[in-house]
Nanobody
């Protein structure tokens, strides 16, 4: 099992950048794929990005591709999501999650953090 904690959320202006982090306070990231998901008020939780346990392969939602970058440092038990060119529609609570399987489906992620709020102002 693994325990995850997100950090780095905040408020930025549209077009700005923000990096959110996910730390594994329990267990090791090395055995898990890690994904970022987000949920805005009144909207469904959606996949944002994921990274394979090796860190070699990454996957992005079409709405994010080209603007966000996911990375990981297994030695530090950290996963990052660098968000650039933020848009108001990116505002949401961002969650990191870990899965023992290669997947982008939130239903298959067994471990979740509590989320960090990202606000984008215009």
């Amino acid at each position: 099992q693994v325990q995850l904690v997100e950090s780095g959320g905040g408020s930025v202006q549209a077009g700005g950048s923000l990096r959110v982090s996910c730390a594994a306070s329990r267990g090791s990231f090395s055995n898990y794929d890690v994904g970022w998901f987000r949920q805005a008020p009144g909207k469904e939780r959606e996949f944002v990005a994921s990274i394979r346990r090796s860190g070699v392969s990454t996957f992005y939602a079409d709405s994010i591709k080209g603007r966000f970058t996911i990375s990981r440092d297994n030695a530090k038990n950290m996963v990052y999501l660098q968000m650039n060119s933020l848009k108001p529609e990116d505002a949401a609570v961002y969650y990191c999650a870990a899965s023992v399987f290669a997947t982008t489906d939130s239903r298959h992620f067994g471990y979740w953090g509590q989320g960090t709020q990202v606000t984008v102002s215009s």
